[in-house]
């Protein structure tokens, strides 16, 4: 009986963290894999390799600009950048493409992932609306 309770509660645990914020009602974050450090910058044609994050609040407001912890990986950047992401509260990624594993990984984590080109603030706005 203590197994089935310890199971029903780590499959518990698991659902509600794969939900993400948004589901709580959480302001919305939104990542951008860019070029740069600006909210000009361009967004990466690249997601898990883009040398650049940027984070935006719900208001479209940059909040935070970040090395990609994940573009040197030598394997499975894909992975380790949506599990940075979920960590930071992203809800959405915006890139110019998605590897198959990063989509994935992002599907997991609860995070949408939008194919966007031009600035940075550009595609955050046009995912908000």
Known sequence: MK???????????ALLMSVGG?????????????EGTGADAAV?????????ILIFDGAGRLVASH???????PGGA?????????GQGVTTLIAGDFGDKLGA????????ALAARGSAAQAVREALR
């Open 78 to 86: 894909g992975p380790a950048l949506a599990r940075w992401l979920a």
């Open 22 to 34: 948004a589901a709580w009602g959480a302001e919305p974050r939104v990542a951008v894999a860019a």
């Open 105 to 112: 990984a992002l599907a997991e984590d609860g995070i949408r």
């Open 3 to 13: 197994t089935v309770k310890l199971f029903l509660w780590v499959l518990t645990a």
């Open 44 to 52: 990466s044609a690249v997601a898990a390799r883009a040398p650049v």
């Open 67 to 73: 090395a990609n912890p994940a573009a040197s990986a």
